[in-house]
């Protein structure tokens, strides 16, 4: 695994959506990092919801999708 914080990436992705409003998007990518046990249990975690985030077409701002983007291509290369 690279020397990339992930979790980090993520907690700031999730500052992002809470502050557009998307607390329940939030609550989702913290509860990803939270519940897991293991590093690759969080990390799949965090690409799933970011996968699901991707998908749900919501009216993000430019930062914010940038964010995701790259949290979620880093989790892909990260869990070849």
Known sequence: ?????????????????A???FEDWA???RGA?????????ILMALRWEAKELRSSDLPLAS?????LESLLNGLEEALR
């Open 19 to 21: 502050a557009e409003g």
């Open 33 to 41: 990092i939270e519940r897991g046990f293991t590093a690759t249990e």
């Open 63 to 67: 930062e914010t999708l940038q964010r």
């Open 1 to 17: 695994m690279s020397g990339r914080d992930y979790y980090e990436e993520a907690r700031k992705l999730a500052d992002n959506l």
């Open 27 to 29: 609550a989702r990518i």
